[in-house]
């Protein structure tokens, strides 16, 4: 007999079936006891009136390996409205170790601290199952989107001989010898690689070394990066960002709609045109200096109040950030030399989103690195295929944990990251 899964139940009302899964409950009445299996699409509720069935189950404690025989049974109480009844009960493994926090309980109880030391079970609970059902699908809407704008998906070093990619603080290894660093971003990578087929994405780790200790930074997260050549300006670019979101929400909604009802969510419409703002007028709206250089966690939070009052929006782009906050490749604004051709998109509050156009002529690094003081060489594999030629091009990167953790409402970006690594975290 095949094994079905939970959600499949309904289909063989009347039928016997087997399915399979892990003890999520027991409970043990009088004259029945319940028995609550979990498996990969739900919970199931097994019926035990037979006293030799309940001694078995009563040996079984929670997160046991089950296997069950019975017949379905319609009942509207019941998880998907069908029971299983007259069942046998069969261990696939020795009995279960008890985590020390109740996986079947609504909520899970213990802080977060020791969720994350026992990740392995409570990644089990199905609020924190479901944002990783929620993640794999932002992944895979994120890729059907560009893909069906003919972007081809890459795969770039994540060691790198230079720590050179952003302003970043890097991890050092060895490399057979060597000296190497953990990659910052694909950034260089994917620019160079729109000079073999113009359009290229990526989902991949990325390294940050950087002290921070709050609740929205990791120093190991996985970034989704787009570059495209041959556009106008950088607002070619914020349109495709604005189109993937798009696709990336509908594909959580289709593909992820059960974790969303766990967890209680129900995703944002992007609107056809985001407001922006330039980063001039940011300031102002925030109530900062006018001479400040860049926007801090409470400005942020200022302008999605802004975007979500005026404009009905949870995303608001900024644009036009100084060139003094941006990287040497970044593109200045051909009107204001000062500023950008680059923005920031941020999603409830928070930034999401850093992209841009880029610089693409050859002597326009060289005069970029010259006047940042910095020396060519570090560069020379980068730069120098702007020799060879390459279009106005431009792109953007997606911190994916972030995007998880603004769509669900989580206070902590590490409640929706497996096994994160922070500042103090390197297990499990």
Known sequence: MQRILSDQLTRYTGGTVRIAGWVHRRRLLKSVAFLIVRDAAGLAQVVVTDPAVRAEIEALPEETVVEVVATVAANPAAPAGVELTDPTVRPLGPPAVPPPFDLYRPTLTAGLPTQLDHAPVALRHPSRSAAVRVSAAAVAGFRATLDARRFVEIHTPKVVASSTESGANVFALDWFGRPAYLAQSPQFYKQLMVGVVERVYEVGPVFRAEPHDTVRHLAQYT???????????HRDVMAVLRDTLAGMLDTVADRAGAALATLGVTPPQVPARIPEVHFTEALRIAGAPADEPDLAPAHERALGEWARREHGSDFVFVTGYPMAKRPFYTHPDPARPDYSNGFDLLFRGLELVTGGQRLHHHADYLAALAARGEPVDPYAGYVDAFRHGLPPHGGFAIGLERFVSRLTRAPNIREVTPFPRDLHRLTP
């Open 223 to 233: 970034s989704l990066d787009a570059e495209l050549g041959f556009i106008t300006d």
